[in-house]
């Protein structure tokens, strides 16, 4: 996994390079060093960023304050093409810095209304270490070693694990799965981008708000004197908390569906 230390917002970090998440709308979400890299599907202009809207408006919360490079998949594309992307994502609060993978008539285009055309590439390995090193495979996790206080955020399109606490007023939202080695107190949405199969694991599960996919709970009032480590994931349509293999108990505990 890739461990990072950001400043305080944490919002859309530097990231590694990851697996894409693709959905069935065809629309590939690749974490880069600069944000977010959305390639398109195949599909007519109009109807994509019809998909692309779906995307947004199913998870406001993940893409909300992020930058995104469009990959337009060798298209040539008018200015009234690109002014329609770049309002549709500012409708939804995020920034379209690059498009990408276009034709020589969109690059044009793209440059004329102060989009970056081509992504920088990750500085090269020097080659003393490209001697001895192993290729590394492409990883989709990131880690961050600290812990987040109230007005933080911290998004991923892929895993998410925090070796620290997540305090109330904290955000934590991953396209995939969430583990806090720690108090989980704030708001934490794993499966962001629509996976049920996401599971929020942490070793004292309390949060203000907690969400999987487009399921959203609450804990139940007030905080146990003794936590176990629990994994929180979607059952029956509803959100359970379980302990941790090992954590001693084997009851369950349900989570307050949240109106």
């Not at 594309?77 to 549709?88: G, H, M, Q, V, Y």
């Not at 990750?122 to 109230?150: C, F, K, M």
């Not at 029956?236 to 090992?246: F, K, L, M, S, Y």
Request: proline fraction near 7%; hydrophobic fraction near 40%.
């Amino acid at each position: 996994m890739c461990d990072a230390r950001w400043p305080p917002v944490l919002t859309f970090p530097v990231l590694c390079y990851n697996l894409p998440v693709t959905h069935q709308d065809g629309i590939t979400i690749k974490g880069i060093r600069q944000g977010l890299l959305v390639r398109l599907g195949d599909g007519d202009w109009e109807g994509e960023l019809h998909a692309l809207e779906a995307r947004l408006r199913a998870s406001p919360a993940f893409f909300r304050g992020g930058r995104i490079a469009l990959d337009v998949g060798g298209r040539s594309l008018s200015p009234e093409a690109l002014k329609a992307a770049r309002t549709l994502l500012a409708h939804y609060e995020v920034d379209l810095w690059a498009v990408v993978g276009g034709e020589a008539e969109t690059e044009r285009n793209a440059r004329r209304l102060g989009l970056v055309v081509q992504i920088p590439s990750p500085p090269a390995p020097r080659a003393a270490d490209t001697e001895e090193a192993e290729p590394e495979p492409l990883l989709e996790g990131l880690v961050v070693r600290r812990t987040l206080r109230a007005g933080q955020r911290l998004h991923h399109p892929g895993h998410i694990v925090v070796i620290g606490d997540v305090n109330p007023g904290a955000e934590v939202v991953a396209g995939g799965d969430i583990v806090v080695w720690g108090r989980a107190w704030g708001l934490l949405h794993a499966g962001a981008l629509g996976d049920e199969e996401a599971v929020i694991c942490a070793l004292d599960l309390s949060p203000t708000q907690l969400r999987i996919a487009g399921h959203i709970a609450r804990s139940p009032e007030g905080r146990r004197r003794n936590p176990v480590p629990e994994v929180a994931s979607v059952r029956a349509g509803q959100i359970i908390a379980t302990p941790w293999v090992g954590a001693g108990k084997k009851s369950r505990r349900f989570w307050k569906r949240r109106d």
